[in-house]
């Protein structure tokens, strides 16, 4: 509906997924820092994995500024969404591939 301030149903939903990602890479970053989010029943505990870290957080910052362009501002959302979408998966990708690289890091402590 354009000119009415409305947004489509749709854009909405993928704002949402989009912020959920974000939120979904950023515990991923905290966790790979060896950190441990209590909950109340158990906690869940991470690992050491520093070189996850920063891509997951790259990750989730351009997920989280994508997701509030698409949620807060409509007038260019499709074109957000599909750039931060590209730039996700290029960035996933790289990012599996140098898992298998040995890591030269050291758990602290």
């Known amino acids: 509906m ?9 854009t909405m ?3 949402a997924l989009m912020a959920f990602d974000a939120a979904t890479f950023f515990i991923a970053a905290t966790l790979h820092l060896n950190a ?3 909950l109340g029943f158990g906690e869940i505990g991470g690992e ?7 891509p997951e957080a790259i990750i989730a910052f351009v997920l989280a500024l994508g997701a509030s362009i698409v949620l807060f501002a409509p007038v260019r959302a499709w074109a957000v969404a599909a750039a931060t979408a590209l730039l996700f998966t290029a ?5 599996l591939g140098r898992m298998h690289q040995p890591s030269l890091q050291r758990a602290p402590g």
């Open 2 to 10: 354009k000119g009415s301030g409305r947004r489509a149903p749709i």
């Open 13 to 15: 939903a993928v704002g």
């Open 36 to 38: 441990r989010i209590p």
């Open 48 to 54: 050491w994995f520093p070189r996850a870290t920063i």
């Open 91 to 95: 960035k996933a990708k790289a990012g």
